[in-house]
């Protein structure tokens, strides 16, 4: 008998596939492992769940007319990886996975996908939109670090005195110049503060980040829309929690109004 985790495998197991077995194991709890390091194991059950949940409520239902959502979602993979479709038989058999698993994949994306366009409707898209304005508004900067108060406030007066770039400041200094363009609600509360007050190009007082000092220029604001696929997919994530909240708060009222017998922590669904 073999238990490993979340294996379990009991019977009398040929050598190869036994192998084969172990390779598997070893190779699952690396990926679990750096998938808990990374801090992104926590997304991808989430999104697991929700494409589970979608093929639940439309796949059974309605599998019959998810066979061109089916084909869709294929032609966005071949498209996002770029594979043939020998090359795509040929990693499934690397994965130890058949044509019949991939085809379950696209089924539950395109449930999936579906359950979105049913929740994420024109109308509360805008809404949301309007109440996720600012932290949605898109920001561009342009930042070094520095190790000390001292030398960032100098940094500071060098560039508001337009006496050299930030690029070869940070080069004097042996920093690096960075530009990044980022949501505004993605930034700490005191970055959020100083550039929502700041104009485009203005040189922002040095901010703490641990140990060292960030000096920043504001390039741009962009304030956001529904034409941008990644204030969509913020708007979609949004909705989608909102959804399963309400669905949380349903069922506890439902819980209670039943008596508390049926009310134990094991009993309530955790929403994403």
């Given amino acids: 008998m073999f238990t490993g985790g979340v294996f379990a ?31 992104r194991f926590d997304r991808h059950v989430t999104d697991l769940s929700w494409r589970l949940a979608a093929l639940l409520e439309n796949g059974k ?11 869709f979602e294929r032609s966005r993979f071949f498209e996002r990886m770029g594979y043939t479709e020998t090359e795509l038989m040929d990693a499934l058999e690397r994965l130890g996975r058949d044509p019949q698993w991939f085809t379950s994949c696209l089924q539950m994306e395109a449930a999936y996908r579906r359950a979105c366009d049913k ?28 190790q000390s108060a001292d030398a960032a406030s100098e940094a500071v007066l060098c560039l508001r005195e337009n006496e050299t770039s930030m690029s070869e400041l940070a080069r004097e200094c042996d920093s690096a110049c960075e530009r990044r363009r980022v949501f505004l609600g993605d930034c700490s509360e005191e970055m959020q503060q100083a550039l929502l007050s700041a104009s485009p190009e203005e040189i922002l007082a040095p901010q703490r980040d641990e140990e060292a000092f960030v000096v920043c220029r504001l390039i741009s604001k962009t304030e956001p ?11 979609q994530t949004g909705l989608q929690r909102n959804q399963r909240r309400r669905d949380r708060e349903r069922y506890l009222t439902m819980q209670t109004a039943m008596g508390p017998r049926s009310t134990t922590v094991a009993n309530i669904p955790r929403c994403g």
């Fill in 9 to 39: 495998v009991t019977g009398n197991i040929p050598d190869p596939e036994w192998a084969r077995i172990q390779k598997i194991a070893g190779a699952l709890h690396e990926l679990l492992a750096s998938l808990a390091q990374a801090g």
């Fill in 61 to 71: 239902a309605l599998a019959v007319s998810l066979t061109e959502e089916e084909q």
């Fill in 119 to 146: 929740l994420l409707t024109d109308e509360q898209r805008a809404r949301l939109l309007t109440a996720l304005r600012l932290p949605l508004t898109r920001i561009e900067v342009e930042s070094m670090m520095l």
């Fill in 225 to 235: 829309t529904l034409h941008d696929d990644e204030v969509i997919g913020r708007l």
